[in-house]
């Protein structure tokens, strides 16, 4: 019993230097576990058929830093490896959007030139209304 006293007193304990409750801490990082293991298989699932992996990495990210979210949110004193962590995550987000949308762009500019530049088919005469 002396175990489980010692283990509560440490736990409470984390909380302090953050300014936080460590029972929604916990909360919070324990629950993203299974999201992030989630993730990690579509991750590998993408990988494998070759499709983006966009999703599951930004999946992935924003469990690992999930907890950290609320310690920015409600508490103070927060490690600089997290603030770094989110924008890396943010940045990511970002270039990958763009990057999507210039090849979407890309890719409507080209069917659109190709279109142009295929000859339209000639007008069937015995499709034409006679007077």
Do not use: H
Request: positive net charge; contains cysteine.
């Amino acid at each position: 019993m002396a175990d489980w006293q010692t283990f509560l007193d440490w736990f409470m304990g984390l909380g302090e230097p953050y300014g936080v409750n460590p029972v929604i801490f916990g909360s919070i990082y324990v629950g993203a576990v299974p999201f992030f293991w989630l993730a990690m298989a579509w991750l590998a699932r993408n990988i494998k058929r070759k499709k983006p992996v966009t999703g599951p990495v930004l999946m992935a990210s924003a469990c690992a830093v999930s907890a950290y979210v609320y310690l920015i949110i409600a508490g103070e004193n927060v490690p600089a490896w997290v603030y770094v962590f989110i924008v890396a995550i943010i940045v990511y987000a970002i270039w990958s959007t763009l990057r999507k949308a210039r090849l979407k762009m890309k890719q409507a500019a080209e069917t659109e030139i190709q279109g142009e530049m295929q000859p339209k088919p000639a007008a069937d005469p015995n499709l034409t209304p006679k007077p």
